[in-house]
């Protein structure tokens, strides 16, 4: 096994560098030169992914034996699957290990947003609150949320907010027999049945542009949008264009079109409340992500397949 080669393209936690190192050979794009990877490139069998970097078929491309590619994150919008597929290549990412901490997060998101907390610190921090009270904001109270993509964290999702005295509505592709919660059969009738719109769908092609302008007019003007899933899901132009004309009261955003450049006019709106893609990021959980990194390589390498592919 120690024979096996992996190539490592940017700076990742060190659970990943020091599980891979005690059983491959590893090589660190950012310290080699294009020498050095050109010389490797034909024994190079695995990359081990951090971040969302991108992984498309010109970079697969130059690793004529590359076997597999282990993503860092559930989402793996970011890699080319159909190229890898066709190169035989094997993709695999790092599901479940985060549900929890992205469905706490969307939690923080939708208390935050709905009662203004970072507006209100703000408020506090600016010594405005001798001169006069913070204004009043939503409850969460008798509010119906709207998942859009019911998968595993949109279910961990689901089972906050009920805790919290909401109820559920999602769409997705198809209805869930048994889940107990009302199935809509479009993002717009889901947008029209509930006040607080969770993204938790896929990035990628499919996906693109899902929440829309006539989506953000159904949410309506007491309507809360919530992103914890990719930028790429909602049309950017059109939510900015939504929270300035009061269309929607207010969102929290946890991922960008482009990250990270955030658009200034979020950043100017106080009704918006702004987190650096940090839905998965606490320590317990980013390691355990990068163990699933290095235990999908390590078992691949071993010949007992991956732990954890990406469907096909
Ligand atoms: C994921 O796992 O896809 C999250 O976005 C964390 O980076």
Same mark, same amino acid.
Request: a negative charge.
């Given at each position: 096994m120690?024979?096996?080669?992996?190539?490592?393209?940017?700076?990742? *936690?060190?659970?990943? =560098?020091? /599980?891979?190192?005690?059983?491959? @050979? %590893?090589? &660190?794009?950012?310290?080699?030169?294009?020498?050095?990877?050109?010389?490797?490139?034909?024994?190079?069998?695995?990359?081990?992914?951090?971040?969302?970097?991108?992984?498309?078929?010109?970079?697969?491309?130059?690793?004529?034996?590359?076997?597999?590619?282990?993503?860092?994150?559930?989402?793996?919008?970011?890699?080319?699957?159909?190229?890898?597929?066709?190169?035989?290549?094997?993709?695999?990412?790092?599901?479940?290990?985060?549900?929890?901490?992205?469905?706490?997060?969307?939690?923080?998101?939708?208390?935050?947003?709905?009662?203004?907390?970072?507006?209100?610190?703000?408020?506090?921090?600016?010594?405005?609150?001798?001169?006069?009270?913070?204004?009043?904001?939503?409850? *969460?109270?008798?509010? =119906?949320? /709207?998942?859009?993509?019911?998968? @595993? %964290?949109? &279910?961990?999702?689901?089972?906050?907010?009920?805790?919290?005295?909401?109820?559920?509505?999602?769409?997705?592709r198809k209805p869930q027999p048994g889940v107990g919660y009302l199935y809509c059969p479009s993002v717009i009738a889901l947008a029209e049945a509930c006040d607080i719109l969770v993204v938790i769908a896929p990035g990628g092609a499919e996906t693109k542009h899902l929440v829309d302008a006539a989506v953000l007019k159904a949410l309506g003007p007491d309507g809360i949008l919530i992103n914890v899933a990719r930028g790429s899901v909602v049309d950017e132009a059109a939510l900015i264009d939504a929270l300035q004309s009061k269309t929607i009261l207010a969102a929290g955003l946890d991922v960008f079109a482009q990250e990270p450049h955030v658009p200034q006019a979020l950043l100017d709106m106080d009704h918006v409340v702004l987190l650096p893609h940090v839905g998965s990021a606490s320590t317990h959980t980013r390691n355990g992500m990068g163990q699933l990194v290095v235990d999908n390589l390590l078992s691949w390498a071993a010949g007992q397949g991956p732990l954890t592919p990406v469907p096909e």
């Amino acid at each position: 096994m120690s024979s096996f080669h992996v190539l490592i393209p940017v700076p990742v *936690l060190s659970v990943v =560098t020091d /599980g891979l190192a005690s059983a491959c @050979r %590893i090589t &660190k794009l950012w310290e080699a030169d294009d020498a050095t990877i050109e010389q490797s490139a034909a024994d190079i069998r695995g990359i081990a992914l951090g971040g969302h970097f991108p992984v498309d078929g010109v970079f697969m491309g130059r690793f004529p034996n590359l076997e597999i590619v282990s993503n860092f994150g559930v989402g793996y919008n970011n890699i080319d699957t159909a190229w890898a597929a066709r190169h035989g290549i094997v993709v695999t990412n790092t599901p479940d290990v985060l549900n929890e901490e992205v469905a706490d997060t969307a939690l923080g998101l939708i208390i935050s947003t709905a009662r203004q907390l970072p507006a209100a610190e703000r408020h506090l921090r600016a010594g405005l609150w001798t001169e006069r009270p913070f204004p009043l904001t939503a409850t *969460l109270r008798g509010r =119906t949320v /709207g998942i859009l993509g019911l998968g @595993r %964290i949109g &279910k961990a999702i689901a089972k906050r907010v009920e805790a919290f005295g909401m109820a559920v509505v999602y769409h997705g592709r198809k209805p869930q027999p048994g889940v107990g919660y009302l199935y809509c059969p479009s993002v717009i009738a889901l947008a029209e049945a509930c006040d607080i719109l969770v993204v938790i769908a896929p990035g990628g092609a499919e996906t693109k542009h899902l929440v829309d302008a006539a989506v953000l007019k159904a949410l309506g003007p007491d309507g809360i949008l919530i992103n914890v899933a990719r930028g790429s899901v909602v049309d950017e132009a059109a939510l900015i264009d939504a929270l300035q004309s009061k269309t929607i009261l207010a969102a929290g955003l946890d991922v960008f079109a482009q990250e990270p450049h955030v658009p200034q006019a979020l950043l100017d709106m106080d009704h918006v409340v702004l987190l650096p893609h940090v839905g998965s990021a606490s320590t317990h959980t980013r390691n355990g992500m990068g163990q699933l990194v290095v235990d999908n390589l390590l078992s691949w390498a071993a010949g007992q397949g991956p732990l954890t592919p990406v469907p096909e």
